[in-house]
């Protein structure tokens, strides 16, 4: 007896956690974290985060960002700072090597989701994508983002 197709669902999980594999696995050479490449790739965009703002973006505790902040610190990636607009806050600002760290591995994070749809060719691609885009818009809850 053959076992039955995987749903629409199903197939969806499974190329999202081979793809989230994938993508751990390549961090790997940087000695980095999926949070605290997400904490670091928060930082360099706009203006310097607070750390609450980290935890938000990341959906974790404050106390968990905290850890996060403190290891990339740890490894030069990121410093704080105070804020210049309230004296209490601290930012959290990359430094140049987690700058250059946030670019060369978001290049890669875009080659491995590239290799994943290479059995596809462009209008297909475009298509799933604007496919994925309708599904998460109607989907998306309040803070989703």
């Known amino acids: 007896m053959t076992s039955p197709e995987p749903d629409t669902s199903e197939l969806i999980v499974r190329t999202a956690r081979q793809l989230r594999r994938r993508w751990m696995a390549s961090l790997e050479p940087w000695g980095i974290t999926p949070h605290e490449f997400r904490a670091l790739h928060a930082s360099t965009h706009g203006e310097a985060p607070r750390l609450s703002e980290i935890a938000e973006r990341l959906r974790i505790a404050p106390r968990s960002a905290t850890e996060v902040v403190d290891s990339l610190e740890s490894k030069g990636l990121v410093q704080r700072i105070p804020s ?5 806050a601290v930012l959290v600002e990359p430094t140049p090597a987690g700058r ?14 590239a290799l994943m749809l290479t059995p596809l060719d462009d209008d297909e691609v475009a298509h799933l994508r604007a496919l994925l885009s309708r599904i998460l818009e109607a989907s998306e809850e309040p803070g989703d983002r």
């Open 84 to 88: 210049p607009a309230d004296r209490r």
């Open 100 to 113: 250059a760290l946030a670019e060369e591995v978001a290049q890669r994070r875009t080659t491995l989701g």
